[in-house]
């Protein structure tokens, strides 16, 4: 089995920082792209931001140059440092993976559980 387990949510100050983490688990032979979706209530799923196994990243227009994803190979993780946060960053966080099981087999996305962040004074 594989998880995705993220951490580092929460409630923020407009103007304040955060950094999501999350880390990949279990049965897992290579992973290729990484990265973040974020659904705030009664709004669809939006891709934040995207990082390949060799560091190169995508954003969402409306984070671009406040928010900053990485990732540790060799961890199998990947982060999300989020500076500036303003009142509509607010959502449900969720990391995904592309991971291979095993050689030999695609690579099938996988979806951490989600973590909260609210911006609000």
């Known amino acids: 089995q594989v998880q995705l387990m993220e951490s580092g949510g929460g409630l923020v100050q407009p103007g304040g920082s955060l950094r999501l983490s999350c880390a990949a688990s279990?049965?897992?032979?290579?992973?290729?792209?990484m990265g973040w979706y974020r659904q705030a209530p009664g709004q669809q799923r939006e891709l934040v931001a995207t990082i390949t196994y060799g560091g190169s990243t995508n954003y969402v227009d409306s984070v671009r140059g406040r928010f900053t994803i990485s990732r540790d190979n060799a961890k199998n993780t990947v982060s999300l440092q989020m500076n500036s946060l303003k009142p509509e960053d607010t959502a449900v966080y969720s990391c995904?993976?592309?991971?291979?099981?095993?050689?030999?087999?695609?690579?099938?996305?996988?979806w951490g559980q989600g973590t909260q962040v609210t911006v609000s004074s």
């Open positions: 279990g049965s897992i032979f290579s992973i290729n792209a």
């Open positions: 995904y993976a592309a991971i291979k099981r095993r050689v030999g087999a695609p690579y099938t996305n996988y």
